[in-house]
């Protein structure tokens, strides 16, 4: 755990807003860790073309600024660590992060960054200190001492695939000190009308009382919507309005509004304020910007919800148990599943979109929910597709799987046949995309596989077996050659000549007790985290590499 509960000022919000006497916010802070987990790491190095960051100038004001690699490409980012982030970063003319690194000089420097793949909607969040930073020219390279990390739902961002584009950035505004009676220019302010994206960066500057307990800290986050959904302040041409999603009040903030289109970037600094009075509205007035346009280095090329037309019809349905169903569907468009990935799949039509909600305190998860559902793809893909299987778990009171199995249930009870073949129905729903680096190496010979509850599905081999309902799970794992499976549960397990059962839960001491059936392993964990985290506490103890997991 990294922190030790909402600062004074998060807990001061929560108070005006009237949900801290809610417990299951009370303890979210409680999901950000203290170091990199293995799987950001890797998406940090592997999957972006391009860093969001928050740095602090002179003032103490926070601006964002977007980090790129040399050519574009994922790869700018290391990992050497689980406490460090390695940059080797480009950056342009403008960007606010070049002289903010010149005005710390040898100072202590906070940072933070959301990466984001927006082909999927996958982001993840990091806070910290920059240290060791060296600059020459417009290259810098720097390391970032993460003592903050989190992964975040996939609310808020326009879904685009991007590709390298190198740009010729031009600094056409910079006026990072605006008197009283200043105004943004026309075109600046038709460029935050035409954006459906921007980043949005807060800091927490601690008192000498609480720097211990709560460290000074700076965010970034994402935010998007329909072109417009930031507005401009007729009367004075320089407060921006937008939609008070839920977090992030800080008396200081940050915008950088990008176009995916032209590449111009917008940088906003300045003094935000909630309006409690005022549904669902922040107002944020405008201190300093910069405007660069043609500098962003990735450009779009497909926009999954407005052009894609890839959808999935749903095609027969299995009832492994009351809350285990495998779901087969079929897509016109050839897909391409490597065993492990996922698919995301777009439920708004068939299940309808909420209404929106500021907060949720009986269920903080379905605050503006989009309905879009990932799931890993239980079938075995060696080969361009068309059907895939979905096997999934019910969730209690979720808005997909709920909707799914009672369909499932109705069929089953009032014409059982056609589970088989349930195209008639006509029940098909758009394909966002597919997803995911958890997949099984190819050159791998010797591998340990951790699943907990329905997990993960490494299709290449077979679906998972689930810690709660053995019986309903391991009959679809059936006979594999070099395939040894072992199972904790206190239920009952049916006979298999490869599976041994354990009474009760894996525990470290199991773990300790055979390390040497897990270390020279490819190791794999997945599961629910209190799971995750539990198994990889206990193969480290083991004597098993942290970054081999």
Partial sequence: MALYGWHPGEWAICQKVGIDKDPSLNWL????????PPDHGVFYMTRLP???ITTLDSSGRPWGSILTGPDGEPGFISSPKYTTLSFNVKVWDGDPFVSNVTESGDDEMLMAGIGVEFSTRRRNKFAGKITKRKGHGDGYHFDVHVNEAIGNCPKYIPLRELVPYQGSPMTVFDKRHLSDGDELPDSVISFIQSCDTTF?????????????RFPSHVSMNIRGGRPGFIRVRPSDKRTLILPDFSGNPTPLASLTLVSFTTGDV??????QKNMFLQDRLTTIHVTGYIFVRDALSSAPVLRFNDDSPATATLKSIVLHSSTITTFTWESLVELDIIPGQAIILDFSGFIGHPGYQHMAPRNPTSVNDDRIRTWTVSSSHLALTNAFLLTMHEKPGGAATGVLFSLARKIAEVRQALLEDISPLSLTIPIVGVMGDFTLLQASKRLALFAGEIGVVLAKMAETSSAREPDGLLPLIGEREGMAVRVFSDEAVPDSTNITVNQGHLTSV???????????????????ESYHESVIDGLVEASVEKGTI
């Fill in 266 to 271: 917008l940088y906003v600094t300045d003094a």
């Fill in 200 to 212: 949005f960066g807060t800091t927490y500057a601690a008192t000498e009382d609480d720097a211990n």
């Fill in 29 to 36: 802070y409680t999901s950000v860790k203290g170091d990199l």
């Fill in 510 to 528: 199991y773990l300790v007790d055979r390390w040497e059936d897990w270390v020279g392993r490819d190791v794999f964990v997945c599961g629910p």
């Fill in 50 to 52: 391009f860093l969001p």
